[in-house]
């Protein structure tokens, strides 16, 4: 699952790098080889990928995607195919937050042709950009379920005048000339939305507050950043989280048990020092990062305790 979940970048740029080939040729002969079928647009791809399953999954590629030339395969692919899942895969050729008059008429003819309807379960999947979408999308299927790692609620300028954090997202369409551009309008057509996020980080905090509902089950994530698939991968806590997101059988005592299993994770521990650091807390800080050695000696973690003791006018 290491590379099926790709992080994205910390400087966000404008358009996508330059093809010498065509990256999606290993996908192509995949879905000829399932009897499933890629479809190429010119800013998107749309990849269906049967699996012999009854419940279909819609993933929606993040802002890393584009920066992938050799072999193009939908955010989550080999996870959601292991798991015995369909997939959709909605891929990006550059990073517009989906907004594109031609995709969106696509997947309406989809809708329209009765392509849903051949499942029993339908849920949408994505982070960040990714999550916009899987949310903004949920009225395409009435009823699916969604699982939205940190998304944003919309880039508009009329919507979300403070998200400031992508350039590029900020000048492509959000007008009303294109529907599906406020994830808040689209989380109502969700049977269940889960909604994951670091309530530490201000904007991403702002957004969840914003997707709201009786059908939202927030899922806070603190220390964990806005690259949250990555983390979770890490702690070993990404694949039965989505399992059972995905499932919709996710409630809050199994969320809650699942979060405080990362309290034995290196990655955490580490992002909870630093922070402390970050924020001043030196005399607590420093406690903790001595728990931690006496833990599980890390040498990053002696480095933090390192910066706690310089930092300690005691």
Known sequence: ????????????????????HDPFALQRQRAVDCGGFLHEMQNHVLTWLPNGGDTLVIAFDNLAAVRETQDRTAWGQKFLLDSGFDLLGVQIKRRDWYRDAELIQTLEDLRSDGFFQRYSRVATFGASMGGFAALAFAPL????????FAPQRSLSPTICPWETRYRFGRTTYWDDALPYGDAAQGVPAASRAYICFDPLLAEDRRHASELAGPNVRHLPMPH?????????????????????????????????RMMRA??????????LLQRALDEGHIRLGLHAANWCMADRPNWRVRHLRNAFRAADPG
């Open 262 to 271: 990362r309290r034995d994770s290196m990655p955490w521990r580490l992002a």
């Open 141 to 148: 299927v009435p009823g699916c379920i969604a699982l939205a």
């Open 224 to 256: 964990l950043g806005h690259k949250l698939p990555p983390a979770l991968l890490k702690m070993g806590l990404l694949k039965p989280l989505a399992l059972a997101a995905l499932a919709d059988n996710l409630d809050r005592p199994t969320f809650s």
């Open 1 to 20: 699952m290491t590379d099926d979940f790709q992080t994205e970048p910390d400087e966000i740029e404008a358009g996508a790098p330059p093809l010498s």
